[in-house]
């Protein structure tokens, strides 16, 4: 399949329109799947599809919740909320990322990521180290009194495919000096700022799966069959979330299914992410289109 640049700025465009229109949904007292399902569905109505489930993250988590088949959050007037939206056209994706603090109390913490991408997209070129972008990101957030989460970090991105392979650090990492940006890349950029410890750790909830590529010849039902056919057919190998798949199996028979098809490699689950000292986390995040000339901000 051939890249059509067209194609990714127009789900940038999609991207940052929904991204900017969750500001006003995020309110105090609002259902996180009541943001999620209506933010999914404008990327639709926009002309695009999620490229990812909404992220909606919340305090301390840093990445990977969005509202299950049986679990959901309520937003409190004292949280911070990270929407992270992806948007897809013909596997051509676009990945951007805002907090909005309901508090008003942590503007600083706000600012540390914000200022850190902000500084980067000005520095932002052909053939850039790696080392380059981490060493600005860790000094723009900890000019302010906080510390870069060091291991969440922005990534490459494929055609259909979110993480490409491509670690784009959060801090100064001197092993990657050398390592730099080729032109015709995709990237995103996306500083997590914390008050913790300023590392992630995993929780055993999960809620966005994708599929491996894998596929057993023997040992699935018909109805687990069903229902990856139709996971392959829909999504591919983008992440999805079984809230998508409410409508095609009752909940008890779908979270079985999903157990089992995890269990056989089939797919792989993200787990949660929170701050491993429970602290707040806040993100921001572009995506990047690098050519042999110039950098083009897609988001």
Not at 57 to 83: C, F, M
Not at 91 to 102: E, K, N, V
Not at 124 to 139: A, D, H, N, Q, V
Not at 225 to 251: A, C, H, V
Request: aromatic letters at 8%; glycine letters at 8%; charged letters at 20%.
């Amino acid at each position: 399949m051939s890249f059509d640049i067209n194609k990714l700025k127009l789900s940038g465009r999609i991207a940052s329109t929904v991204r900017d229109y969750s500001i006003k949904l995020v309110k105090p007292g609002v259902r996180a799947s009541e943001v999620c399902e209506r933010l999914e569905s404008y990327i639709i109505e926009l002309g695009g599809y999620p490229a990812f489930p909404c992220n909606f993250s919340v305090n301390s988590v840093a990445a990977h919740y969005t509202p299950g088949l049986s679990d959901d959050v309520i937003v409190s007037e004292r949280d911070i909320v990270k929407i992270d939206i992806g948007v897809h056209i013909d596997g051509h994706i676009a990945d951007t990322a805002i907090t909005i603090d309901l508090s008003g109390e942590y503007g600083k913490l706000i600012e540390a990521s914000q200022r850190a991408l902000e500084t980067v997209t000005s520095i932002m070129k052909p053939y850039i180290s790696l080392y380059e972008i981490g060493r600005t990101i860790e000094s723009e957030i900890k000019a302010l009194g906080y510390k870069p989460i060091r291991n969440l970090s922005g990534h490459n991105i494929g055609l259909y495919v979110v993480h490409a392979g491509l670690s784009i650090p959060n801090y100064a990492d001197r092993t990657l000096y050398y390592t730099r940006i080729p032109p015709n890349t995709i990237i995103a950029i996306e500083p997590f700022a914390t008050n913790g410890r300023g590392q992630v750790k995993e929780v055993l909830q999960v809620n966005i799966y994708s599929y491996t590529g894998r596929k057993p010849k023997i040992g699935l039902t018909s109805k687990e069959n069903e229902i990856l056919e139709y996971i392959i057919g829909r999504y591919k190998t983008l992440p999805f979330t079984p809230r998508w798949l409410k409508n095609i199996s009752d909940q008890r028979e779908l979270e079985e299914i999903i157990r089992t098809l995890r269990t056989k490699g089939v797919l792989h689950g993200y787990p949660i992410l929170i701050e491993a000292g429970n602290g707040l986390v806040s993100q921001f995040e572009h995506t990047f289109y690098i050519t042999e000339n110039e950098v083009i901000v897609i988001t």
